[in-house]
């Protein structure tokens, strides 16, 4: 039994093609409202979804999907992992070579923000990351691989927006404040049970910039998939219900091409099955400014002038 989860004006709601239903009084009170506590239901979300998708029982919806604003379907993690290098033509594209295990950093839950959330730009170096999104679905601790999809409540689109100064001006790089600033994790825009897609190591991921796609790659490319992430960070510390996995973006980042966001620009994510994200991107300080830019940018600046 499968579920669409949502979040309108922070209450938890299932969604069935435009339609969406508030769980909590679809459930009258057994489904809390608040997203973060609705995920601790996921039998009965998806029970009151299979009623919902049967047509066995007639419901009004509550409303439109597109007359709201949808948040962040999981708006407070405890945790926000990310992953480096995940794809192997992103580590090409990085002259890097494929990583032995996976190289995690954190993304501060406090960058979340919904599925057209407004990007807020602080230097001229931003750059875009799609990615899928894992979302734990109860507490996990030394799982093994083959077990780790049970703890799995779903998978959603998500991007790792960066800041690339902030994050390669020090040394060794920071990549935990160089993609946590505020909306950078626009994640959304639906929480969606692993049965309601036929395999999630399919998924074509397609990120476009006002209309040019700039990413298109399946996770069959993905170097550590979702059941190794998740047993590999199990046996190291406990995963929560509500944690984030963001597993990493493939080439076409616009830092190898000295392509970076700018301001206007729209950002529209999309992966099959999930839906599609579309954020727009606005310049609103000069945290890093163009003489703070990294020798590494620079080269590739240089390059790209060169040729």
């Known amino acids: 039994m499968g579920f669409r989860l949502a979040n309108v004006n922070n209450r938890a709601v299932l969604v069935v093609g435009e339609n969406y239903y508030d769980v909590e009084q679809m ?4 489904v809390p409202s608040d997203p973060m ?35 962040p379907p999981v708006p407070r993690p405890s945790n926000s992992f990310a992953i480096g290098l995940n ?53 996990a601790k030394d799982v093994s691989v083959e077990r780790a999809l049970d703890y799995v409540a779903g998978i959603c689109i998500g991007q790792d927006i960066s800041d690339r100064p902030a994050q390669f001006t020090s040394t060794p790089p920071q990549f935990n404040l160089g993609k946590s600033f505020d909306t ?31 990413q298109k790659d399946s996770a069959k490319d993905l170097i550590f998939d979702i059941p190794f992430l998740v ?39 999309s992966i099959q ?13 000069d945290h890093s400014r163009a003489d703070e830019v990294p020798a590494m940018i620079q080269g590739i600046l240089d390059k790209q002038t060169a040729e």
Do not use: W
Request: aromatic share 6%; charged share 20%; proline share 5%.
């Open 184 to 214: 950078y994790g626009p994640i959304g825009p639906v929480l969606v049970s692993l049965d309601e897609v036929d395999d999630a190591n399919q998924l074509m991921l397609i990120t476009e910039v006002n209309g040019e796609v700039r």
């Open 273 to 285: 099955g999930l839906g599609a994200m579309e954020n727009r991107c606005v310049r609103v300080s």
């Open 37 to 71: 506590l609705a995920l601790g239901q996921l039998k009965k979300l998806a029970e009151l979804y299979a009623v919902l998708t049967s047509g066995a029982e007639s419901s009004s919806p509550t409303g439109n999907v597109n007359d709201v604003m949808l948040g």
């Open 87 to 139: 794809y192997r033509n992103h580590a090409e594209e990085a002259g890097m070579e494929i990583p032995p295990a996976p190289m995690v950093f954190t993304k501060y839950p406090s960058c979340l923000t919904g599925p057209t959330g407004t990007v807020e730009m602080r230097s001229d170096y931003v750059d875009f990351e799609g990615e899928l999104v894992a979302v734990i679905g109860k507490t």
């Open 27 to 30: 459930s009258s009170g057994v």
């Open 231 to 269: 047993a590999y960070l199990s046996q190291i510390l406990t995963l929560h219900c509500g944690d984030l996995i963001f597993t990493g973006t493939p080439g076409g980042v616009g830092v190898m091409e000295g392509r970076f966001l700018r301001d206007g620009d729209l950002v529209k994510t």
